[in-house]
């Protein structure tokens, strides 16, 4: 039988602690340490080239708050995506298409899944545009972040992944 390639998640965020907490413990933990899964954040003030490390900015157009640039988030999957046959990069938004069960079996195939969480007023629209392969949303509400949504949908993922449960 021929031994299962490991499930690579990715999480690009300015929260990276959110992630490393809940992904070391319970089920997902487990997991990890039997190496079928790995759980990875990246910050992604890592990926600006300002001094500050900016990630947002003023809407393009104008309009109200802040939105999360671009610029940071191309450079962080141009990094952090392997050479992979099968990866997959999903943003986390509101007014994405709703994750379903269908959806985690679906994504527990791809080698890596890449996810971008945003902040503020959200992501910039030509990240959707331009890098994420998929929106999601976990629900017909509106959170502080795109933390939980992903830790959510990487539980389900994972679920899926022979040999987790």
Do not use: W
Not at 41 to 48: I, Y
Not at 75 to 96: C, F, Y
Not at 138 to 150: D, K
């Amino acid at each position: 039988m021929a031994k299962q390639k490991k499930r690579l998640f990715d999480v690009i965020t300015i929260f990276p602690e959110m992630i490393d907490s809940y992904s070391k413990e319970s089920i997902l933990g487990r997991a990890q340490k039997n190496k079928l899964i790995q759980i990875k954040s990246h910050n992604l003030r890592d990926f600006t080239s300002d001094k500050h490390s900016k990630v947002d900015d003023t809407p393009y157009g104008g309009g109200p708050g802040m939105l999360m640039k671009v610029e940071p988030f191309y450079k962080a999957v141009k990094k952090i995506k392997k050479k992979l046959k099968k990866s997959r990069v999903i943003m986390t938004a509101a007014s994405g298409k709703p994750f379903t069960q269908k959806d985690a079996k679906r994504l527990s195939k791809y080698d890596q899944v890449i996810f971008l969480c945003g902040r503020y007023e959200g992501i910039d629209h030509r990240v959707n545009e331009k890098i994420a392969d998929e929106t999601f949303s976990v629900g017909n509400y509106v959170l502080t972040g795109g933390e939980l949504p992903a830790l959510t949908m990487i539980d389900a993922i994972s679920r899926m992944v022979p040999g987790v449960l």
